[in-house]
T-cell receptor, first 113, second 113 residues
Framework: DQQVKQNSPSLSVQEGRISILNCDYT??????FLWYKKYPAEGPTFLIS?????DKNEDGRFTVFLNKSAKHLSLHIVPSQPGDSAVYFC????????????FGKGTKLSVIP | DSGVTQTPKHLITATGQRVTLRCSPR?????VYWYQQSLDQGLQFLIQ???????AKGNILERFSAQQFPDLHSELNLSSLELGDSALYFC????????????FGEGSRLTVL
């Protein structure tokens, strides 16, 4: 049973436009959500996170939105740059003390110059 | 460079064999996590250690075991290997138990023939 789902395996966006990556979750106990970015031959790199007490968190070009009632979160990248081309993983956890993150399968973002 | 070091980067072995993957966490990080990424899958949490003690267990097979040593490096032992064990194994570390921001190594790619 996949508790964190990223239904789009891939996404192509023109440079300068907005990239929107989506993530759905099923476990109501999740209270902390993260996005990781992964380049080929590298480990995942933390990008941005959001606690369940918030509905938005912004960091530069990256904004994460959380809709708890819909159990949905999204990552917005504005403006998209070719260097943003990577696989993006959504992750979730429940409770402090042990951050065993549950990851989605990832969305491959391609930003076309 | 995340500061997390994993060795070996690549490993090819035969079914039935045993391998050991090694991880050195970032300096000062007490918590070490192991994740498995199989083809077209998200990262699956295997096990977490905190300051030498097992903290949480995920979907780790009985054929697999891990430990964290006094110098905080960790080893993941995989035995009686099967073809399905072929995967990328990531180690991650964090300084505390109250943040979900994990720092990942580049991974060890295991191929079982």
């Amino acid at each position: 049973d996949q508790q964190v789902k990223q239904n789009s395996p891939s996404l192509s966006v023109q440079e300068g436009r907005i990239s929107i990556l989506n993530c759905d979750y099923t476990n109501s106990m999740f209270d902390y959500f993260l996005w990781y970015k992964k380049y080929p031959a590298e480990g995942p790199t933390f990008l941005i996170s959001i606690s369940s007490i918030k509905d938005k968190n912004e960091d530069g070009r990256f904004t994460v939105f959380l809709n708890k009632s819909a159990k949905h979160l999204s990552l917005h990248i504005v403006p998209s740059q070719p260097g943003d081309s990577a696989v993006y993983f959504c992750a979730a956890s429940s409770g402090a003390g042990s951050y065993q993150l549950t990851f989605g399968k990832g969305t491959k973002l391609s930003v076309i110059p | 460079d995340s500061g997390v070091t994993q060795t070996p980067k690549h490993l090819i072995t035969a079914t039935g064999q045993r391998v050991t993957l090694r991880c050195s966490p970032r300096s000062g990080d007490l918590s070490v996590y192991w994740y498995q990424q199989s083809l077209d899958q998200g990262l699956q949490f295997l096990i977490q250690y905190y300051n030498g003690e097992e903290r949480a267990k995920g979907n780790i097979l009985e054929r697999f075991s891990a430990q964290q040593f006094p110098d905080l490096h960790s080893e993941l032992n995989l035995s009686s290997l099967e073809l399905g064990d072929s995967a990328l194994y990531f180690c991650a570390s964090s300084v505390s138990l109250v943040t979900g921001e994990l720092f990942f190594g580049e991974g060890s790619r295991l191929t079982v023939l």
